[in-house]
């Protein structure tokens, strides 16, 4: 059974920091591309960051220079380092793990920025 569990949202600051964990099980974690996805409210979900199974890292253009992916194969985990923290970041961020066909969602975790 695969799972893809994310922790680490909450209330922060704007100007505050969160790091986001999602650890993974069931899967061959080192092979598949990682990737952070968020939804704010009445908005369309978007992709934030991804990595791919070599540590190539993309990032949405509006984040980039604050948030930072990154993994660790060993402990079959995924960060999201999110710096400089906007009103506008606060949304449901969502882990998604993706290889050839396979495709897995995590179940959210609330990120609000709020002064």
């Known amino acids: 059974q695969v799972q893809l569990v994310e922790s680490g949202g909450g209330l922060v600051q704007p100007g505050g920091s969160l790091r986001l964990s999602c650890a993974a099980s069931?899967?061959?974690?080192?092979?598949?591309?990682m990737n952070w996805y968020r939804r704010a409210p009445g908005k369309e979900r978007e992709v934030v960051a991804t990595?791919?199974?070599?540590?190539?890292?993309n990032y949405k253009e509006s984040v980039k220079g604050r948030f930072t992916i990154s993994r660790d194969n060993a402990k079959n985990t995924v960060y999201l380092q999110m710096n400089s923290l906007k009103l506008e970041d606060t949304a449901v961020y969502y882990c998604?793990?993706?290889?050839?066909?396979?495709?897995?969602w995590g179940q959210g975790t609330q990120v609000t920025v709020s002064s």
């Open positions: 069931g899967i061959t974690f080192s092979s598949y591309a």
């Open positions: 990595i791919s199974n070599t540590d190539a890292t």
């Open positions: 998604h793990a993706r290889w050839v066909t396979f495709s897995y």
